[in-house]
């Protein structure tokens, strides 16, 4: 999520630069100012949208599972002692062996924790809320979203957020 507020804040500072050089021209019209206020505003009080990919996967993913790249274009389920890092959760099943992933955005995930951080964990589809090194199978850390309620993740998957055990 960091990543598309970034991007969000860099349009946000475009469209200022814009306004302050067609207003320093005197090339900015009436309409215009309001049309490129709305849009700035827009921007401003948007939140990002949810992106979900489309992968195959294995029988064995479920939604609200974390998933990484096992093969080409296909995820299995992650798991932090394997290593096999996590790309986003599985949002949806479309079939047995075809899912979407989501990086960022809410996801089901029963059991979640609100406002604690999750973590992947050790074994398939894991996820902790508990220092994952607390663990010793676990060779990876990575922080994958925050709870917003019992059933519901925020997801903000990114490769920012990982540290490995070496």
Avoid: W
């Amino acid at each position: 999520m960091r990543e598309e507020v970034e991007d969000l804040q860099r349009s946000v500072k475009q469209l200022q630069l814009l306004y302050a050089e067609l207003a320093g021209r005197g090339g900015l019209d009436q309409q215009s100012f309001a049309e490129l206020r709305r849009q700035l505003k827009a921007l401003q009080t948007a939140p990002p949208q949810p992106v979900d990919l489309l992968y195959r996967c294995a029988s064995t993913v479920q939604i609200g599972d974390p998933v990484g790249i096992s093969a080409e274009d296909t995820v299995s389920r992650a798991d932090a002692s394997l290593p096999l890092l996590a790309i986003g959760f599985c949002a949806a099943k479309l079939s047995s062996t075809q899912c979407l992933v989501r990086r960022v955005g809410l996801v089901p995930r029963a059991g979640s924790q609100a406002g604690a951080v999750h973590y992947l964990g050790v074994g398939p589809g894991a996820v902790t809320v508990t220092d994952p090194f607390a663990n010793p199978a676990a060779k990876i850390f990575q922080r994958l979203a925050v709870g917003k309620n019992p059933t519901t993740l925020d997801a903000c998957v990114t490769l920012h957020f990982i540290t490995l055990r070496v």
